[in-house]
């Protein structure tokens, strides 16, 4: 390979030192490394909105789902009140609410710690660039 790089050189017309190459190898990679970062954090930055899209919807759809079970809250306790008393009726339509609650928060939490913020690409073009850089040299 390098041989076929010194032919080249010299077809050209042109006389590089080593110096020289060794110099443009290192501008290139410079330049390399400069792209590798900005593809990181455009990918990066990509992520955060994706999470903070869900973040929002996910509370959205929480406000609205409080808003629709205290209507239906109301109309529960009133018709289950006129069995076993408002008292207990409270009660009961109140444990089974909290439960619902607590399942629909922890899958929301979850999904949540499942968003990665890791640059995945870019971690893995860094890995092929630092293989070509090796064999480059």
């Known amino acids: 390979m390098r ?19 060794l110099a443009q190898v290192a501008n290139n990679s410079a330049d ?3 792209s590798e970062i900005h593809l990181a954090r ?18 959205l759809g929480a406000m609205i789902c409080v808003l629709g079970l205290l209507s239906l809250l109301a109309a529960s306790v009133i018709g289950l009140g006129t069995l076993i008393g408002m008292g207990l009726s409270a009660l009961v339509i109140g444990a089974a609410l909290l439960i619902v609650g607590v399942v629909v928060g922890m899958t929301g939490l979850s999904r949540v710690k499942a968003t990665r913020l890791k640059p995945v690409k870019t971690i893995e073009t860094l890995e092929e660039d630092k293989e070509w850089l090796k064999q480059l040299i």
């Not at 050209?12 to 020289?20: R, V």
């Not at 994706?50 to 996910?58: A, E, G, N």
Request: charged share 30%; net charge negative; proline share 0%.
């Open 3 to 21: 041989e076929q790089s010194i032919d080249r050189v010299e077809r050209a017309g042109t006389k590089e030192t080593i110096a020289d190459l």
């Open 32 to 34: 390399l490394v400069r």
């Open 42 to 59: 455009q990918e990066l930055n990509e992520r955060i909105r994706m999470l903070s899209t869900h973040l929002i919807t996910s509370a």
